[in-house]
């Protein structure tokens, strides 16, 4: 399963293309059964859809991009200080643990949010200026004070809420320079 994480997350966003069970069974060297259960699991946290052909990518828009941008940043500023998820900032933000048995499950719900926006992060790059910088500063956020944090991690999200469409689009290889 980790091994079609990843291939989910550097293919960039599918927009509905057909993923055949057979096929990347047959690409990974494994059976298919495993292949199966790999991707229902994954339909089930968001990160594909299932059709009545099987598997696909899922369709998205900048306003459903955008809605994904926001819900991120309402369960990182949810997360409490003593948890920071944003020490292995990376779009996908694996490796987020909580602090307290009931931050598990807002854990979670932000690993898989971040997972959904993984294909994105070349077209955050190609479109927003300086984004492994805020990246960094972001990372180093759990030391500053909650407002200077909650206003870092609003502006974070803010930029790529504006800028859904054009991130939509550089992700789909539609653009050629940067534009913000």
Do not use: C, K
Not at 21 to 27: P, R, T, Y
Not at 33 to 39: D, W
């Amino acid at each position: 399963m980790a091994a079609l994480r990843a291939r989910l997350a550097q293919a960039g966003p599918l927009q509905g293309a057909a993923l055949p069970i057979n096929g990347l069974a047959a690409e990974l060297g494994v059976s298919p059964t495993p292949v199966r259960e790999a991707l229902a699991r994954l339909a089930g946290e968001g990160l594909i859809v299932r059709t009545a052909a099987g598997y696909a990518g899922v369709v998205h828009d900048p306003a459903s991009l955008s809605g994904l941008y926001s819900l991120a940043r309402v369960l990182t500023l949810a997360h409490p200080a003593s948890g920071w998820p944003f020490g292995e900032m990376a779009s996908t933000g694996q490796q987020l643990t909580g602090t307290h048995i009931g931050d598990q499950a807002l854990v979670e719900a932000l690993r898989r949010v971040r997972a959904q926006l993984a294909p994105f992060a070349s077209g955050e790059e190609h479109v927003l200026a300086g984004v492994e910088a805020e990246r960094a500063r972001l990372a180093m956020a759990a030391l500053d004070p909650p407002r200077l944090r909650a206003s870092l991690v609003r502006r974070f999200y803010a930029r790529r809420v504006a800028a859904s469409g054009p991130i939509l689009a550089a992700s789909l290889g539609l653009l050629g320079e940067r534009r913000i």
